[in-house]
Structures are given as structure tokens and as C-alpha cells.
T-cell receptor
Framework: NAGVTQTPKFQVLKTGQSMTLQCAQD?????MYWYRQDPGMGLRLIYY???????DKGEVPNGYNVSRLNKREFSLRLESAAPSQTSVYFC???????????????FGSGTRLTVV | QKEVEQNSGPLSVPEGAIASLNCTYS??????FFWYRQYSGKSPELIMS????GDKEDGRFTAQLNKASQYVSLLIRDSQPSDSATYLC????????FGPGTRLSVLP
């Protein structure tokens, strides 16, 4: 009953370094999402993948790229990390079907990223 | 810009009291509404969903929806210290829009 698994849980990067956050879900969900959460800003959508093979920008996509590797996995890449990307990152997944509006998200445990 | 607004709090209530959390949204096309609980340092956890006008009860939790007024609320009866957390309102049309959350503190 793993649900949504994110790795790593913590990471410290130097400005300009790159890294990839990994996310995998075992619930056979079609849709996957990457959010960042900052104090006072709430959860903001970075990118999402409505289904395998598709990705779309969310509210704050600049500085990030994503890959939907298969139905289970959705990764987030920071090509050149900046201090403004210090945040907590959450991956989430959701069912997407004709009844999609009835389904909430299941969140991963989060990645706490600090860029110095 | 589709927005979801909540009072950031903190909202403090004594143990055993009713906690009332409110949320307003701007997109009249929103179709479903969710409440998430987030403990400090943890990920959001879905606790309630509501789709139709009126009340929906689940244990000590009651969600209320008024689409005409564009607001949704969460009542927590017999509040416990373990209910102390941040409560996020989420509104879904095409994707989710989350409110900033209300921090609830239940005092023993």
C-alpha cells in the first residue's frame, strides 16, 4: 500500500547544480502532478501530466522540466537550481476518467529542497 | 485567475468545541470541492469531499457547500488536540486550485 513514493526526502543543492526528483505511484492513476509549497503561498502547480505521454505547464513552470516516463513514474528536473527554488515539493496522483471531478489527489510525502 | 481564499488563522478553539473553517472560490465552473488536512512537516491528506449544495457529514466532520455564494466550509465537532493542523480547501474544475490553508490550534 505504498501509494505515491517520492525520492529523495531531503536535498541540499548549490546554486547552478541540477537534480531530478523522482515520483512513482502504484494506484494505476492516469494523472500525475508536481506542486511546490512555500510559506504563505500555498500549493502551486508546477507541471502536470493528464495521462501517459502528455505533460502541461502549471502555474509556476519556469526553471523546471518534467518527464512522464510511463504510467507509474513522473519526474521533475531542475536544470540549474536557484535559491528561489528552495521549497517543499509534492508529487500527487489522481484518477482521470469520465468521473474525474469526483476524485481527489493522493500526495507523496514530499521533498524538502534547499538551494544555497 | 482562479482563486481560492481562506483565513490563514491561526484559529484557536478549546478542546470539545466546534471549529468552523471557511473557504471562498472565484470560479463558478468549479465542480467539486475538497478539504485536506496537513500536519506540520507532512503531506496533505484528503479528509472530505463534497459535490452538491448542502451538508455532508463524516464522523466529526461536516462539509457545507453553497454554490450560489461560492463558499464551502468545514465544521469539526468535539475538536481534539490531534485536530491541530493546517486545513487546505481545494476546488476542482479542470485541475485543482488550493487555498493557502487555515491553521487550526485546539487547546487542551
Amino acid at each position: 500500500n505504498a501509494g505515491v513514493t517520492q525520492t529523495p526526502k531531503f536535498q541540499v543543492l548549490k546554486t547552478g547544480q541540477s537534480m531530478t526528483l523522482q515520483c512513482a505511484q502504484d494506484m494505476n492513476h492516469n494523472s500525475m502532478y508536481w506542486y511546490r509549497q512555500d510559506p504563505g503561498m500555498g500549493l502551486r502547480l508546477i507541471y502536470y501530466s493528464a495521462s501517459e505521454g502528455t505533460t502541461d505547464k502549471g502555474e509556476v513552470p519556469n526553471g523546471y522540466n518534467v518527464s512522464r516516463l510511463n504510467k507509474r513514474e513522473f519526474s521533475l528536473r531542475l536544470e540549474s537550481a536557484a535559491p528561489s527554488q528552495t521549497s517543499v515539493y509534492f508529487c500527487a496522483s489522481s484518477e482521470r476518467s469520465g468521473r474525474q471531478f469526483f476524485y481527489g489527489y493522493t500526495f507523496g510525502s514530499g521533498t524538502r529542497l534547499t538551494v544555497v | 485567475q482562479k482563486e481560492v481564499e481562506q483565513n490563514s488563522g491561526p484559529l484557536s478553539v478549546p478542546e470539545g468545541a466546534i471549529a468552523s473553517l471557511n473557504c471562498t472560490y472565484s470560479d463558478r465552473g468549479s465542480q467539486s470541492f475538497f478539504w485536506y488536512r496537513q500536519y506540520s512537516g507532512k503531506s496533505p491528506e484528503l479528509i472530505m469531499s463534497i459535490y452538491s449544495n448542502g451538508d455532508k457529514e463524516d464522523g466529526r466532520f461536516t462539509a457545507q457547500l453553497n454554490k450560489a455564494s461560492q463558499y464551502v466550509s468545514l465544521l469539526i465537532r468535539d475538536s481534539q488536540p490531534s485536530d491541530s493542523a493546517t486545513y487546505l480547501c481545494a476546488v476542482r474544475s479542470q485541475n485543482f486550485v488550493f487555498g493557502p490553508g487555515t491553521r487550526l490550534s485546539v487547546l487542551p
